[in-house]
Nanobody, 122 residues
Framework: VQLQASGGGLVQAGDSLRLSCEAS????????MGWFRQTPGKEREFVAA????????LYADSVKGRFTISRDSAKNTVGLSTDSLKPEDTAVYFC????????????????WGQGTLVTVSS
């Protein structure tokens, strides 16, 4: 499966961005999609996940209330609306796909996209 993420950019603190990701290739069956992020010298960290039907959603505590994940399973796409961005949100954001939200949040058996850079200036 291939994941293509887009939507990153340079914004100021307090601004918003919407990230998008499209899955293609062998995307049979139901699966969870989500987002991780990584900054230089740090491990990739979980941001948000959503299951196939959209009725199970998980967020990292650091983004709760500011980020919203959504998906269109018919189009194999997932989005991440990021509001009230902070400088500490600066990172490369990776789209992720896994069998379910549990394996996805744990980074187990995950397919990764190439990443899109989000830079938040103070």
């Amino acid at each position: 499966v291939q994941l293509q993420a887009s939507g990153g950019g340079l914004v100021q603190a307090g601004d918003s961005l919407r990230l998008s990701c499209e899955a293609s290739g062998r995307t049979r069956g139901t699966y969870a999609m989500g987002w991780f992020r990584q900054t230089p010298g740090k491990e990739r960290e979980f941001v948000a996940a959503i299951n196939w039907s959209g009725n199970q959603i998980l967020y990292a505590d650091s983004v709760k209330g500011r980020f919203t994940i959504s998906r269109d399973s018919a189009k194999n796409t997932v989005g991440l609306s990021t509001d009230s961005l902070k400088p500490e949100d600066t990172a490369v954001y990776f789209c992720a796909l896994s069998a379910n939200v549990v394996t996805l949040t744990r980074g187990v058996n995950v397919s990764w996209g190439q990443g899109t850079l989000v830079t938040v200036s103070s």
